[in-house]
Structures are given as structure tokens and as C-alpha cells.
């Protein structure tokens, strides 16, 4: 009985080929001792994952680095922890991005999701090179506060219709937008 069990198993594992994903006949295809079921899904979830919070988080940096410095430049001190503070608001928003965007969100509510995200995002990228730039700009950083601000709450809004933990997750945003306009507010 137990052999014939496991000529069965052999069977359906040999007539899956090649396929990484795992997922074929309910039985999984793992060849070798450290691979799982279904490791292939896993690894391209990871890899999304990843590029989907890692790519706004290096542009938020990379607009940081490319606003060089106003002519009295503000305190390094400061534009340390607005750097480091804005960053990490970015990650965790891209965060709840990728959240509701595997749930099918993004395609299902385009302009509930993804519109205040790209506004939002846009409005990021912006406030560095105008508030930190050669040409200062405070009251435009503070027009820019207030888009994040606005975007961050109409993201968790729509992420949150989606998933209720990537809404959870966009509300920091909103707060860092509100504590971003306070220092912008200093620098005026």
C-alpha cells in the first residue's frame, strides 16, 4: 500500500516538469532538499515587494541629495532628521501601496488608489528641491506639505477600502506631512 502511494507521488511529481511555482495536480514539485513548495511565488512576491518599497524610499533620498543647499543652509541637524524621517514616511506608504495593490486595488480603484498616491509621491519628490534648493522656497514647501498631507489621507482612505491594514499604514504618512509643515514652517 505505501508503495504504491509513493509510485503515485513519483508519478504526479515527475509529470510536472520543470515548472518552478510549485502549484501543479495538488501535489508540489520540489526537487533537492532545500527547496519548498511553491518557493517561486514566494521569491517574486518578495522581489515585488521590494522594488515596490525600495524605488519611491531611493527617489525621496536621491531628491534630497539633488537639492543641494539653500544660501544660509538650514541646520544639517535638521535636514538629517526631515531626510531621514521623509524616507521612512515613503517606504511605509509604498508599503501599503504594495498591500493594496496585491489585493487587486490599484486596478480595481485607480483614482481612490493610485491617483493620490502618484500625487502624493510627486509632492515628496518636490519638497526638497524647493524648500532645501539654491532658490529656498519655504511657501511652496508649505503648498507641498499640504498635497502630501491631502494625499497621505485620500490614500489611506483608498487603501484602506481595500485593505485595512495598508490604510493603518498610510495614516503616519499623514502625520509626517503635518510635522513636515511645522518645520517647513521654522525655515520660513
Known sequence: MATAAH????????????????ASGGIAAVSGPNKKPGGGRRRRGLRSVAAAVSIPAALVALSF???GHSTPPPSSATVAVVRAGSVASEAVLA?????????GGLHARPAATLLPY???????LAWAPLVLGRHAA???????????????????????AVNPVAGDLAKPAVAWA????????KML
Do not use: H, K, P
Not at 519655504?138 to 484602506?160: E, H
Open 138 to 160: 519655504a511657501r511652496a514647501g508649505l503648498a507641498c506639505c499640504a498635497a502630501m498631507a491631502v494625499g497621505a489621507v485620500a490614500c489611506a482612505r483608498g487603501f484602506g
Open 118 to 124: 502618484a500625487a502624493r509621491l510627486g509632492a515628496a
Open 65 to 67: 541629495f539633488a537639492a
Open 95 to 103: 508599503l501599503a501601496a504594495w498591500m493594496a495593490w496585491a489585493e
Open 178 to 185: 503635518v510635522i513636515l509643515a511645522v518645520v517647513n514652517y
Open 7 to 22: 509510485e503515485g507521488v513519483t508519478q504526479r511529481v515527475a509529470a510536472s516538469g520543470s515548472r518552478d511555482d510549485g
